[in-house]
């Protein structure tokens, strides 16, 4: 670090931060991020996949805003790939008002799962409960207040249909403001396990082959708030690039709440 100081490293650095931080930030030739949405993100048409795997959508639940929570429930429901399922596991919140909630999802959706711990037991548990009760191949991974874009899952089958010897894939994401406006996109380069070292680009929209993340361990306790990366480590070690997948689209909200280290990455230990 010092030598490339020495050597001006840091401050080219600071400059290529700068134009990166640049490109949606009232830049004459990129436009704002909303613009950027306008001209790129334009509806896609489906077509018929060949192999339609069912994906089960994991969500590990303790005391969520109630209007955000079923924001994110209604973003897996409108999915328009519907081969999938949805397992909701309340970490003993204690809350009737969440109660209620999951019980009308679990009733008015048959893809719908739930389980209630009996006593709080955090984050790794929690996700490893829903682990045990999904039955697709794959897991997708989702905070009890994100949201999917509405053909996050879509694109996750089409890219399995395209690369059957694939195990990992991740996409795009961008994050929410208070408001549900979308702003921070981060688009993501392709398969660097040097990156991933260093921080989870993975991150979100994650999906990965159930049998694998079961025979790696699933998620383990002592890595709460870095679970998420822990586990992207250890499943990745083994694997070639070709199996590890990058699609190119943002596919999952983000939602920059106070706590959340979508705000500020210090926020959980």
Same mark, same amino acid.
């Given at each position: 670090?010092?030598?490339?100081?020495?050597?001006?490293?840091?401050?080219?650095?600071?400059?290529?931060?700068?134009? =990166?931080?640049?490109?949606?930030?009232?830049?004459?030739?990129?436009?704002? =991020?909303?613009?950027?949405?306008?001209?790129?993100?334009?509806?896609?048409?489906?077509?018929?996949?060949?192999?339609?795997?069912?994906?089960?959508?994991?969500?590990?639940?303790?005391?969520?805003?109630?209007?955000?929570?079923?924001?994110?429930?209604?973003?897996?429901?409108?999915?328009?790939?519907?081969?999938?399922?949805?397992?909701?596991?309340?970490?003993?919140?204690?809350?009737? +008002?969440?109660?209620?909630?999951?019980?009308?999802?679990?009733?008015?959706?048959?893809?719908?799962?739930? +389980?209630?711990?009996?006593?709080?037991?955090?984050?790794?548990?929690?996700?490893?409960?829903?682990?045990?009760?999904?039955?697709?191949?794959?897991?997708?991974?989702?905070?009890?207040?994100?949201?999917? +874009?509405?053909?996050?899952? =879509?694109?996750?089958?089409?890219?399995?249909?395209?690369?059957?010897?694939?195990?990992?894939? =991740?996409?795009?994401?961008?994050?929410?403001?208070?408001?549900?406006?979308?702003?921070?996109?981060?688009?993501?380069?392709?398969?660097?396990?040097?990156?991933?070292?260093?921080?989870?680009?993975?991150?979100?929209?994650?999906?990965?082959?159930?049998? #694998?993340?079961?025979?790696?361990?699933?998620?383990?306790?002592?890595?709460?708030?870095?679970?998420?990366?822990?586990? +992207? #480590?250890?499943?990745?070690?083994?694997?070639?690039?070709?199996?590890?997948?990058?699609?190119?689209?943002?596919?999952?909200?983000?939602?920059?709440?106070?706590?959340?280290?979508?705000?500020?990455?210090?926020?959980?230990?």
């Amino acid at each position: 670090f010092n030598s490339a100081k020495a050597a001006g490293g840091e401050s080219r650095e600071k400059s290529l931060m700068s134009h =990166y931080a640049d490109t949606f930030r009232n830049n004459r030739t990129q436009g704002d =991020y909303l613009a950027w949405i306008t001209r790129h993100e334009l509806p896609i048409a489906e077509t018929a996949l060949d192999h339609q795997p069912l994906i089960s959508v994991l969500v590990p639940v303790y005391r969520p805003e109630i209007n955000d929570f079923r924001a994110c429930l209604e973003s897996v429901l409108a999915q328009s790939y519907r081969n999938l399922e949805l397992c909701l596991v309340d970490d003993a919140s204690g809350d009737e +008002a969440l109660t209620e909630v999951l019980e009308e999802y679990r009733l008015r959706d048959d893809r719908v799962r739930v +389980a209630v711990h009996e006593r709080n037991q955090h984050i790794s548990h929690t996700s490893n409960t829903a682990l045990e009760m999904a039955s697709g191949d794959f897991i997708a991974l989702l905070d009890h207040d994100d949201v999917l +874009a509405p053909q996050a899952l =879509y694109f996750m089958a089409q890219a399995i249909n395209k690369a059957p010897e694939a195990m990992v894939f =991740y996409s795009d994401e961008d994050k929410l403001d208070e408001k549900g406006r979308r702003h921070d996109p981060h688009f993501k380069s392709g398969w660097n396990p040097d990156l991933l070292l260093s921080q989870n680009y993975l991150s979100h929209l994650g999906v990965y082959s159930t049998s #694998l993340v079961r025979q790696s361990g699933g998620f383990r306790a002592g890595y709460e708030g870095s679970q998420d990366h822990d586990l +992207a #480590l250890r499943v990745t070690r083994d694997l070639s690039a070709s199996q590890i997948v990058h699609i190119p689209r943002v596919l999952y909200h983000w939602r920059a709440g106070e706590g959340s280290t979508a705000l500020d990455s210090g926020a959980k230990d």
